[in-house]
C-alpha cells in the first residue's frame, strides 16, 4: 500500500508541476519561446565566417600581377568593396576611422619579384580592434596571394597541393553551430525549468504545503526533475530535427545512443538546477542564478574556443561541466558517426556529474524542508 500510495503521489505532484508550468505566462515565455527562437537567431549570426569586408589598397606597382591581385580581390565573395588610395598615408587613417578591416600596401618590386620566382611582399595593416575577424580576412587574403604566386611557378601549377577537409568537405560552419546549440539551448531550457520549480513554489506561498504533506524529500526531487526532463528532452529533440530537417545537416551517427547521451545530460543539468532553485528565494533570483552558472558553463565548455586552449585549472574545471562532454557527442553524431566506444566514454563522465548534481540537490532540498 505503501508504494501505491508513493506513486500515487509521485503521479500528483508530476502533474502539478508540468500543469504549473504550462499555465503560467511568464515560465511558457521563458522555457519555449527563446530556445525556438535562439536556434534560428543564432544559427544565422553565430559564425566566424567573415563576409561583407571593406578593404583598401595602395597600389605602387604597374606590374601584370598586381593587377591580377586586385582583381581576384575585387571578386571575391568575402569582400564587399575594395578603395583605392593615392597615398600610402591614407591607409592608416581609413583603420582608424573604421571605413575598412584591412588595407594593403603593394610595393613597386611586386610583380618583379613574382616574375623572377621570389614571394612578392605586401603590406598589410589589420584594424586590431576586430581581431578575430581581421585574422581571419587576413587567412582569406593570404590564400587569394598565395594562388596569384603559384600561377607563374610551373612546379606549383603542375603539383598543386591537394586539400581535404574530413566531415565538412566545404567548411560549412552551420554544419557545425547547429548540433552544437542544440545542447547549449537544451542547457539553458533545462536549467530554467528546474531553478523555478521550488522558487515558484516558495514565492507564490504553496512551498509551505510541502511542508506539511507527506511528500518525501526524494519524492520531490523527482517530481521536480521529470518535468524538466520531459520538456528538455523534446526541445533538444526539436533542435536535431531541426538541425537535420531545417539546416540540412548530415546525420550519420546513431539516433537511439544519441536521446540516451540527451536525456542523461539533461538529466545531469536538472540537479545543477534543482540547486539553484533551493537557494533561491523567488524566481527572479532563480533566472539570474541559471544564467549566472550556464553563461560560464558554455563558455568553458568548449562551444565557442576549444578547451584545449584555456589554462590547465580551466580544462579540469570544464570536465565538470555537462555541456562539455555532450557537446562532443552530439558534434561527432552528427558529421562523423562516432562510434559506440567513445560515445559510451562521455556518457560515464555524465552519468557521474547527474549521480554528484542530484545527491547535491536532495540534500539541499531536504536542508530547505527542515
Same mark, same amino acid.
Given at each position: 500500500?505503501?508504494?501505491?500510495?508513493?506513486?500515487?503521489?509521485?503521479?500528483?505532484?508530476?502533474?502539478?508541476?508540468?500543469?504549473?508550468?504550462?499555465?503560467?505566462?511568464?515560465?511558457?515565455?521563458? *522555457?519555449?519561446?527563446?530556445?525556438?527562437?535562439?536556434?534560428?537567431?543564432?544559427?544565422?549570426?553565430?559564425?566566424?565566417?567573415?563576409?561583407?569586408?571593406?578593404?583598401? *589598397?595602395?597600389?605602387?606597382?604597374?606590374?601584370?600581377?598586381?593587377?591580377?591581385?586586385?582583381?581576384?580581390?575585387?571578386?571575391?565573395?568575402?569582400?564587399?568593396?575594395?578603395?583605392?588610395?593615392?597615398?600610402?598615408?591614407?591607409?592608416?587613417?581609413? +583603420?582608424?576611422?573604421?571605413?575598412?578591416?584591412?588595407?594593403?600596401?603593394?610595393?613597386?618590386?611586386?610583380?618583379?619579384? @613574382?616574375?623572377?620566382?621570389?614571394?612578392?611582399?605586401?603590406?598589410?595593416?589589420?584594424?586590431?580592434?576586430?581581431?578575430?575577424?581581421?585574422?581571419?580576412?587576413?587567412?582569406?587574403?593570404?590564400?587569394?596571394?598565395?594562388?596569384?604566386?603559384?600561377?607563374?611557378?610551373?612546379?606549383?601549377?603542375?603539383?598543386?597541393?591537394?586539400?581535404?577537409?574530413?566531415?565538412?568537405?566545404?567548411?560549412?560552419?552551420?554544419?557545425?553551430?547547429?548540433?552544437? /546549440?542544440?545542447?547549449?539551448?537544451?542547457?539553458?531550457?533545462?536549467?530554467?525549468?528546474?531553478?523555478?520549480? @521550488?522558487?515558484?513554489?516558495?514565492?507564490?506561498?504553496?512551498?509551505?504545503?510541502?511542508?506539511?504533506?507527506?511528500?518525501?524529500?526524494?519524492? #520531490?526531487?523527482?517530481?521536480?526533475?521529470?518535468?524538466?526532463?520531459? #520538456?528538455?528532452?523534446?526541445?533538444?529533440?526539436?533542435?536535431?530535427?531541426? %538541425?537535420?530537417?531545417?539546416?540540412?545537416?548530415?546525420?550519420?551517427?546513431?539516433?537511439?545512443?544519441?536521446?540516451?547521451?540527451?536525456? /542523461?545530460?539533461?538529466?545531469?543539468?536538472?540537479?545543477?538546477?534543482?540547486?539553484?532553485?533551493?537557494?533561491?528565494?523567488?524566481?527572479?533570483? %532563480?533566472?539570474?542564478? %541559471?544564467?549566472?552558472?550556464?553563461?560560464?558553463? *558554455?563558455?568553458?565548455?568548449?562551444?565557442?574556443?576549444?578547451?584545449?586552449?584555456?589554462?590547465?585549472?580551466?580544462?579540469?574545471?570544464?570536465?565538470?561541466?555537462?555541456?562539455?562532454?555532450?557537446? @562532443? +557527442?552530439?558534434?561527432?553524431?552528427?558529421?562523423?558517426?562516432?562510434?559506440?566506444?567513445? #560515445?559510451?566514454?562521455?556518457?560515464?563522465?555524465?552519468?557521474?556529474?547527474?549521480?554528484?548534481?542530484?545527491?547535491? %540537490?536532495? /540534500?539541499?532540498?531536504?536542508?530547505?524542508?527542515?
Amino acid at each position: 500500500m505503501g508504494n501505491v500510495l508513493s506513486l500515487t503521489r509521485l503521479r500528483a505532484q508530476f502533474i502539478k508541476e508540468v500543469l504549473s508550468i504550462l499555465r503560467d505566462p511568464r515560465s511558457r515565455m521563458v *522555457v519555449f519561446v527563446p530556445p525556438l527562437l535562439q536556434l534560428l537567431v543564432f544559427a544565422f549570426a553565430a559564425t566566424l565566417e567573415v563576409r561583407n569586408v571593406e578593404l583598401a *589598397v595602395y597600389n605602387q606597382d604597374a606590374g601584370r600581377w598586381s593587377y591580377e591581385l586586385i582583381e581576384r580581390l575585387e571578386n571575391a565573395m568575402f569582400i564587399n568593396s575594395v578603395q583605392h588610395v593615392a597615398a600610402a598615408q591614407q591607409l592608416p587613417e581609413l +583603420i582608424d576611422q573604421g571605413k575598412v578591416m584591412v588595407a594593403l600596401h603593394i610595393p613597386v618590386d611586386f610583380s618583379r619579384a @613574382i616574375a623572377a620566382g621570389e614571394s612578392g611582399q605586401v603590406q598589410a595593416l589589420i584594424d586590431g580592434r576586430r581581431s578575430n575577424s581581421g585574422q581571419i580576412t587576413l587567412s582569406y587574403l593570404s590564400t587569394i596571394a598565395a594562388e596569384v604566386s603559384a600561377e607563374v611557378r610551373e612546379s606549383e601549377v603542375l603539383s598543386p597541393l591537394l586539400v581535404r577537409h574530413w566531415f565538412n568537405p566545404n567548411l560549412t560552419y552551420r554544419w557545425f553551430i547547429v548540433p552544437s /546549440l542544440s545542447g547549449v539551448l537544451a542547457l539553458f531550457s533545462a536549467l530554467l525549468i528546474t531553478s523555478l520549480s @521550488i522558487a515558484r513554489e516558495r514565492e507564490l506561498g504553496t512551498f509551505d504545503q510541502l511542508l506539511v504533506s507527506p511528500t518525501s524529500t526524494t519524492e #520531490i526531487i523527482i517530481s521536480k526533475s521529470l518535468p524538466a526532463l520531459a #520538456i528538455g528532452t523534446v526541445l533538444g529533440l526539436l533542435m536535431i530535427a531541426a %538541425a537535420v530537417w531545417l539546416f540540412q545537416v548530415p546525420f550519420s551517427g546513431s539516433f537511439s545512443l544519441l536521446l540516451i547521451s540527451l536525456m /542523461l545530460f539533461i538529466l545531469s543539468v536538472v540537479g545543477i538546477g534543482l540547486m539553484i532553485s533551493a537557494i533561491s528565494s523567488t524566481q527572479q533570483q %532563480a533566472i539570474l542564478g %541559471a544564467f549566472a552558472v550556464g553563461v560560464p558553463a *558554455v563558455l568553458m565548455s568548449g562551444f565557442s574556443t576549444p578547451v584545449e586552449n584555456m589554462p590547465v585549472v580551466l580544462q579540469w574545471l570544464a570536465q565538470g561541466i555537462p555541456l562539455t562532454h555532450f557537446l @562532443i +557527442i552530439v558534434q561527432g553524431s552528427f558529421l562523423k558517426a562516432l562510434p559506440a566506444s567513445d #560515445i559510451f566514454a562521455r556518457l560515464w563522465p555524465l552519468a557521474t556529474i547527474a549521480l554528484v548534481s542530484l545527491s547535491t %540537490a536532495t /540534500l539541499f532540498v531536504r536542508g530547505r524542508l527542515q
